[in-house]
């Protein structure tokens, strides 16, 4: 078991959060104050395992999730950039490398543990399910498109009518049939995720008290 | 439109984090009054609202082309999920969509899931779908679709600007950012409500008893939503945009003044053109110009740009429904 297996996964996501407040805390002058906290990001990012693999995954985010916040930034000073581009890297990178440490299914976890209502979280991990299913049954509705229109890729608005409607009514149909299911195999209305030994431990206090003590130095 | 952690203060952050439990927690209460339960489990509607939250992202993947053009769009999530499920359902299936979109996408961020949520949340299914309902007791499907989806993309486009230059993070002045955020959404609020309304439209074809409360909007005398109700919370709405907002607006220049004054370090340049064509020209511009500099004339200051601000938004929102029937008139359906 590794250090990282230790501490909860809500200690993680909870730990997360508070660095963010604390980033988003800072004034849009304070460019270089902000450049210490990398540590955080770094430190979660050697807790997990496929350090490489999680690294270019966030840095691949970071750079296709930029641009609304680049255009902002260059109608300001330089510091401001700099500013906002070391917000901007911080917060994101801190959140992908947790989801890449704790998994989705810890993610849900630590929203059981943090109380958020099972409604949510049911559907939140339903979602997430059957988002690869639809996923292609969309590249079979665009290959079908393709090779029907002569090669021609581009839907037009009226034929996307149609073939997201088709999608949704067999959506539907899928809906109903998986309800059943569940039904079937004794659904209850949640869907189990907190294990028990996943509760509160010690390790998870000191976790979290030791990173908000060492996240709030530098505010001083 | 996301809202990202890196644009927001914590202040901001709570705030919205706040009023979207809020709606959450109404969300959560009027769908067990629904069922007339408090158990979830005998609710058919779970797994449909974790498959429609799973159809918003695989749609998206559907790129369609925007004629004359190069460019494609997809569909707008929130008002589709509200036509289908209600306001309540739509709203928690968003909130889902979002924080996923966050997790794994860095569209969001952890702080700003609340201001995300409102954003593209509140505005489509609690006051773009109460409006889709109110016009698609009157109109066809397709006009009630356009123009609620785009007021509500619209709203959430405005409270982004709101958002980010209450936080001061960004040293965007707000005039010239909310100008070119309201127009640059205007244009793909159109767009998403043609998309949406083509599926509407497909769907209501095809299986309408899918379309949440379709026979209640059928029969127009059993209308529970009352029609003065919707229009006073517009009229509200539209007089807080305009009128209250335009004074915050109007303290700040707007981008070409704005750069004009970092150049030159006056309000205004003198052009030096005495000519008495110039001089004629001015004055019949002054005199014909309605909203000079947003006031009107003989009005004190503050009064008339809060008028012309009313008048502004009003003027949009008829440019909308306008560009709605326009669309509408062209379509076969």
Redesign the interface.
Known sequence: MNFSEKISPQAHVLT??IF??I???F??NDAFLLVPYFIYPVLILLMGKNIVDTLVATLK??I??SP??LT??I???WV?FY??IL??TL??SA??IL?SLIG?SG?CTALVKLKI????I??????????F???D??RR??CAHALRSGGNR????????????????R??D???I??QA?VCRG????IPTAHDDLCWKAADVIYIVGWSFILIIPRF | M?M???????SV?AVFYAASAGF?VYG?KS?KKETNTL???S??K??????????I???Q???????LTGS?GH?GGGILLAI?LGSSRAF??M???L??Q??????G???AFGCNWFNLGVFPCFVAYPLWRFLARKYKYVIATMVSSTIGLLLGAAAVTLQ?TAS??????FVPFITAMLSIHLVIGLIEG??TS??V???HK??PE?IFGEKELQDNNKSRLSIKKIAVSFAVLTLIFGGFLSLYAASAPDGLEWAIERVSGKEDIEFGLDSPLHSAASVIQEKTSLFADYSLKSFSEKLGTSISGIVGSFLVMILIVCGAFLIAKRKAY
Do not use: C, W
């Not at chain 2, 966050?102 to 569209?107: P, T």
């Open positions: 997360t959060f963010t407040i980033i988003a805390s004034g849009r985010m970071i296709v999730a609304f916040v902002l930034g109608f300001g000073s401001t500013s906002l917000r901007f917060t994101v959140m992908i989801v989705f993610f209502p099972n409604a949510m049911t559907q939140m991990i339903l979602m997430h399910r059957y988002s299913l639809l996923r049954e969309v509705l665009r581009k839907i037009s608005i009226r034929e996307f009518g149609s073939m997201a409607g088709n999608l949704l009514l959506t539907f899928r809906a109903e998986i309800h569940m659904f209850n209305g949640t | 996301h990202a952690d890196a644009l927001i203060s914590p952050g959450a959560l769908i158990e979830y489990e609710d058919s779970v797994s449909l609202m974790g498959v429609l939250g799973s159809f992202f695989a749609a993947m559907l790129n369609f082309a925007i004629p494609s569909i289908l928690l299936v909130g889902s969509v924080l996923i966050a997790l794994f996408f860095a569209d961020g952890l702080l980010t001061g993070i960004a040293e965007l002045p043609a998309a083509a599926v439209v497909f769907l095809a299986r899918l």
